[in-house]
């Protein structure tokens, strides 16, 4: 497990931006293999995933963010973001980050519960 620690959750208008970092610990990206994912849970809905990167630069989106949420990640940092632009209140949730090491080639669509490392999760609000 690594530990993940997120941050950049706020409250918005909706149409406005804010991006969400998630800093790693350890050398989580030195892995052959691995997988992020960023997860939202809205009150009283299951939680869902937002958007994956693969080690192999793949990167994918739930079809209710494309075009309006863009993952990318730093090494050197040891960070994740999610840039999220356009926001609209049907986003508002707590949203998290996840990590697996040794992934192998499963990563968007990878369940929750196949996620080892998580965040403790940032609240974003997007009013009308």
């Known amino acids: 497990q690594v530990q993940l620690v997120e941050s950049g959750g706020g409250s918005v208008e909706a149409g406005g931006s804010l991006r969400l970092s998630c800093v790693a610990s350890g050398y989580f990206f030195n892995a052959p293999t691995y997988c992020v994912a960023w997860f939202r849970q809205a009150p009283g809905k299951a939680r869902e995933q937002v958007a994956t990167l693969h080690s192999d630069g793949t990167t994918r989106y739930r079809d209710s963010v494309k075009g309006r949420f863009t993952l990318s990640e730093d090494n050197a940092k040891s960070a994740l973001y999610l840039q999220m632009n356009s926001l609209k209140p049907e986003d508002t949730a707590m949203y998290y980050c996840?990590?697996?090491?040794?992934?192998?080639?499963?990563?968007?669509?990878?369940?929750?519960?196949?996620?080892?490392?998580w965040g403790q999760g940032t609240q974003v609000t997007v009013s009308s």
């Open positions: 996840a990590a697996q090491r040794y992934s192998g080639s499963w990563c968007h669509g990878r369940p929750d519960l196949e996620f080892d490392s």
